[in-house]
């Protein structure tokens, strides 16, 4: 584990964006990969970005790496269970996957009742809404209480601004996907999501909620973007849960509620990020990747842009 004074040390290097040479065409930035279009693939290069607030908020090092390698390593874990869309991994923040027709979902699994924002199941029961998503739950659920059984709640990806919550009902009546493919879906999400926790529980995590994207390749159902990063996913510290149900968080939460402290809600120029919190940012996705996978994490070669592109002309794909 690095200190939180090579954490800092660390600062200088981060990876705002990653520069290809011409011949691979033009980039695509989203928040946190910039993504290069090149002979069927998708070339997906995680940036050390962080976003929260449906915004880009500042760097943290090492974070793209940790996600690129941790969603690598889960797409292993779960290979058996669902295809998914890893060529390679030429470099540690670097994904070679091939692309897909994506479905336009975000298909949300949750095994706990949790959460702060409007469409989070928390703030809907909490507001007395008992059949959030068309899931029917029982009355006398507290914050941060596992549910029954995982539940899938689907949102729509907006091709601009938030994503809206739909029914399962409502995704197949607006042919959005056909029924056959929608039990497909939620079965494959179903079937990750538990693999998932019994994978993380082994170390010492509980993987409480994530967001999957699936698509189409060659017509066949795969899983892509990324999987069970703390970026998409939310864990907590397995030893931390107990009935007074206030678990230390292990994923962006702990960013939001510095935000929060600040009494930033999302609205207007949001405060600059403090180094210290960007060192302890990234101490803690470093600490997830290592108790998750039980292996040490070794920062690339830095600065990874040099080492980025090099690693991508030698590849051969
Ligand atoms: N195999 C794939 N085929 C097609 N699209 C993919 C594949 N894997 C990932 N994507 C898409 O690539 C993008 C990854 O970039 P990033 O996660 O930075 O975007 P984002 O900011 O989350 O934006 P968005 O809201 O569009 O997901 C996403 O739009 C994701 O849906
Ligand atoms: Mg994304």
């Known amino acids: 584990m690095l200190t939180h004074n090579e954490l800092l040390t660390a600062l200088p290097d981060c990876l705002d964006s990653a520069e290809l040479p011409a011949h691979f065409g033009q980039k695509i930035s ?63 923040n670097v994904t070679i996957a091939a692309e897909a027709q994506p479905l336009p979902l ?38 941060n209480d596992p549910l029954p059984q995982p539940i899938i709640t689907p949102t729509t990806k907006a091709l601009s601004g938030h994503d809206e919550i739909i029914t399962v009902d409502a995704i197949v009546a607006s042919g959005l996907v056909s029924a056959e493919m929608w039990s497909e879906i939620s079965a494959t999400a179903l079937a990750v999501f538990k693999r998932g926790q019994e994978v993380a529980a082994r170390g010492g995590l509980i993987l409480v909620d994530t967001k999957y994207e699936m698509g189409l390749i060659d017509g066949q159902l795969t899983l892509i973007d990324e999987v069970h990063t703390p970026d998409s996913s939310r864990y907590w ?21 510095w935000y929060a402290d600040q009494g930033y809600r999302g609205e207007g120029e949001p405060p600059v990020m403090p180094d210290d919190l960007r060192a302890q940012i990234a101490a803690r996705y470093i ?31």
């Open 237 to 257: 510290l397995a030893d931390s849960y107990d009935e007074r149900r206030q678990p230390v968080n292990f994923s962006k939460e702990f960013m939001r509620k």
């Open 287 to 317: 600490a997830t990747y290592e108790k998750l996978t039980g292996s040490d994490f070794v920062p690339g070669i830095q600065p990874a842009q040099t080492r980025i592109a090099q690693a991508l002309q030698q590849a051969a794909f």
């Open 106 to 143: 975000e298909i949300v699994v949750r095994g706990y009742i949790t959460g702060v924002t409007t469409t989070s199941l928390w703030y809907l029961y909490k507001n007395g809404d008992r059949q959030p998503y068309g899931i029917a739950l029982p009355e006398g659920l507290q914050k």
């Open 30 to 92: 989203g928040k946190v990969r910039d993504i290069y279009l090149y002979d069927d693939h998708r070339i997906l290069i995680t940036t050390d970005r962080i976003s929260a607030f449906d915004r880009v908020l500042g760097l943290v090092p090492y974070k793209g790496q940790v996600l690129n390698q941790l969603s690598a390593w889960w797409f292993e874990q779960t290979s058996d269970i669902a295809r998914n869309h890893v060529i390679a991994v030429p470099d540690p």
